[in-house]
């Protein structure tokens, strides 16, 4: 099977910076794309970035402040996050597009990783 583990959430001080990592692992054919989501106590879960190998994208509440970038060889995407600001705070998830063992493709999360900056 698939898995994906996320590492590098922590406690932070607003205007700070963490960077979030997630790997992949297990029967993998290929990776479509990784993607970071967050989602604060009470409110739904946030799409932040994406990064298939053509393109990225932003959420324009982290937009010029959180950069997403994957290390192939590693099956491993980073989040960059500076300028940290309270309403930052929330549990972190990656999710992935991909092809695993037996050709099939789908869409894997992982266990979440918790930021908190303090104001």
């Known amino acids: 099977q698939v898995q994906l583990v996320e590492s590098g959430g922590g406690l932070v001080q607003a205007g700070g910076s963490l960077r979030l990592s997630c790997a992949a692992s297990?029967?993998?054919?290929?990776?479509?794309?990784m993607s970071w989501y967050r989602q604060a106590p009470g409110k739904q879960r946030e799409w932040i970035a994406t990064?298939?190998?053509?393109?990225?994208n932003y959420a324009d509440s982290v937009k010029g402040r959180f950069t997403i970038s994957r290390d192939n060889a590693k099956k491993t995407v980073y989040l960059q996050m500076n300028s940290l600001k309270s309403e930052d705070t929330a549990v972190y998830y990656c999710?992935?597009?991909?092809?695993?063992?037996?050709?099939?493709?789908?869409?894997?999360w992982g266990q979440g990783t918790q930021v908190t900056v303090s104001s």
């Open positions: 999710s992935a597009n991909i092809r695993y063992s037996m050709n099939r493709v789908s869409d894997f």
């Open positions: 297990g029967s993998i054919v290929n990776i479509y794309s």
């Open positions: 990064d298939p190998s053509t393109s990225t």
